[in-house]
């Protein structure tokens, strides 16, 4: 999926998370994290974006993550909202999201 | 018996209650994607509920998205993914004529067919809140196997109307009547709508006998305070429970020495009052309060 401008998603309310994502000029992934469980879950906050974006199909990214104790379905739900936001998408592909 | 004393509205873009809600246990969850849901913030909603319904367990909670009507952009989108996400119920708003259940129905099959899910696995309830729908409740009650049940909507259906709500709500008399008849007629569920003052406990509390007793099985909540004075209503009192289980007794006896009337301190029992009374005891068993071992 092609990223052509910033899109974001989520809120900064208690257990949710609000994703920015915009395109890396630099090549690859680059996750920004602010979060105050970093320590216990920065890794795996780390992972499931990862994992989502891959499951997109995404690359070249910038993400920033300003995360309020949210689950990892919280995660991927604002991630992808913003992915979709970021690429002008409208029309949702159901079947390679399940 | 499933109750459905209380269905809990949540913002279907609020994080924090769409993982939570049912830890107030109401009987029926209900993420809502249509009018708490700004139009900017649809895709998120959906996006949220999607996925944490497809993560998450509810403890036993019913679950229920009410979706956007497939007279908006939203409609199709919400079912594809509501779908697959699979909630136990589907709830369609300012539903107004059969075709609109059928509607929907059609649409939830495609998608059923799709991944592999048994056709018929996700329910409906209709929502009921405009005069027009009001009129044909009957034939929206009757429209759908799938359908469990039929609410009532009552703050666009008041505003059309040209009045407000009430604090004894006799502007919704007749709506009030009229889905609960269609919901009887067809054997399904009748909801009452949303009490949207939630300061007023005493003014809530007074509504929720008056639906209880027209025959209402229940209520739409906002707020999750409102969910145990609503079971507090619900729930037989000692002396109802004691007085049909007499009745039950007086009955198993009856027909033990083959007798075909009943009477009871004196009156007699007839159907009407059996029913009544086994009624009593469901709600009871369901409520907690009587073990589910005791005979009907």
């Known amino acids: ?98 | 018996m499933k109750l459905r004393r209380t269905m809990l509205y949540v913002p279907g873009n609020s994080a924090a209650m769409v993982k939570d809600a049912h830890i107030y246990r109401p009987d029926t969850v209900m993420f809502d994607l249509e009018d708490s849901v700004s139009y900017r913030e649809k895709d998120a909603a959906r996006f949220l509920v999607y996925q944490t319904l497809r993560t998450l367990d509810y403890e036993g909670v019913e679950t229920a998205v009410r979706i956007n009507g497939l007279d908006t952009p939203y409609g199709r989108d919400d079912i594809e993914a509501m779908v697959r996400a699979r909630p136990n119920i589907i709830r369609i708003p300012k539903t107004e004529k059969a075709q609109d259940v059928t509607d929907v129905e059609t649409e939830i099959e495609r998608v059923e067919r799709k991944i592999g899910l048994p056709i018929g696995t996700i329910k409906l309830f209709a929502a009921i809140e405009t005069p027009l729908g009001v009129l044909n409740a009957r034939e929206i009650a009757c429209s759908s196997n799938r359908l469990l049940g039929i609410a009532l909507g009552a703050e666009d259906l008041v505003t059309s109307l040209r009045t407000s709500r009430s604090k004894d709500g006799i502007e919704l008399h007749y709506a009030r009547s009229q889905v609960l008849y269609a919901a009887r007629i067809a054997g399904i569920n009748a909801i009452d709508t949303v009490y949207s003052n939630v300061q007023d406990e005493e003014g809530f509390i007074a509504e929720v006998r008056l639906i209880k007793q027209l025959g209402f099985d229940g209520k739409s909540v906002i707020q999750p305070n409102q969910i145990k004075l609503v079971h507090r209503v619900y729930t037989p009192t000692e002396e109802e429970i004691h007085k049909a289980l007499r009745v039950l007794a007086a009955i198993r006896e009856a027909e033990s020495k083959g007798s075909g009337v009943i009477a009871l301190d004196g009156r007699m029992v007839d159907k009407p009052i059996v029913e009544r009374a086994r009624w009593t005891i469901e709600l009871a068993k369901a409520s907690g309060v009587v073990p589910e071992e005791v005979k009907l």
């Open chain 1, 1 to 98: 999926m092609r990223i052509l401008h910033s899109g974001t998603a989520g809120t900064l309310e208690s257990s949710d998370v609000m994703i920015t994502v915009e395109r890396n000029p630099e090549k690859g992934l680059i996750i920004e994290l602010e979060s105050i469980s970093e320590a216990r879950f920065g890794n795996r906050i780390r992972e499931v974006i990862t994992d989502t974006l891959k499951k997109l199909q995404v690359q070249d990214v910038k993400v920033r993550v300003q995360d309020r104790s949210a689950l990892d379905c919280t995660i991927r739900a604002r991630l992808t909202a913003a992915v979709f936001r970021a690429a002008g998408i409208e029309k949702y592909p159901w079947e390679e999201l399940e």
